[in-house]
Nanobody, 125 residues
Framework: VQLQASGGGMVQTGGSLRLSCAAS????????MGWFRQAPGKEPEFVAA????????NYADSVKGRLTISRDNAKNTVYLQMNSLKPEDTAVYYC???????????????????WGQGTQVTVSS
């Protein structure tokens, strides 16, 4: 199984980025997908998650209204559209796959079976 995250970069406050995570080696539609992030010196934190069919989403309070998770099961890809970025969004962003039997998009790291390598997002003030 491989999860390949891309799309990170450096933007100014208020800017936008779109992260992608391409999955291979698994039946993508059987997995809920999530995004997590880790800033320097901090614990990893949940950002957003989406159910297997893409009908349900879950967001951290800190990103609601600014970040949007979506998926394209035909392309085995999950996205994170990031708008109105703030310096506190600076982190390495990781995608993860959860082989959930319930289809629920979980915020708990322990539920996820596979993790990508991460992509750096830097927001300058």
């Amino acid at each position: 199984v491989q999860l390949q995250a891309s799309g990170g970069g450096m933007v100014q406050t208020g800017g936008s980025l779109r992260l992608s995570c391409a999955a291979s080696g698994l039946t993508f539609s059987a997995y809920a997908m999530g995004w997590f992030r880790q800033a320097p010196g901090k614990e990893p934190e949940f950002v957003a998650a989406i159910s297997r069919a893409g009908t349900r989403t879950n967001y951290a309070d800190s990103v609601k209204g600014r970040l949007t998770i979506s998926r394209d099961n035909a392309k085995n890809t999950v996205y994170l559209q990031m708008n109105s970025l703030k310096p506190e969004d600076t982190a390495v962003y990781y995608c993860a796959a959860d082989h959930t039997v319930t289809g629920v998009a979980s915020s708990g790291r322990d539920y996820y079976d596979y993790w990508g390598q991460g992509t750096q997002v830097t927001v300058s003030s």
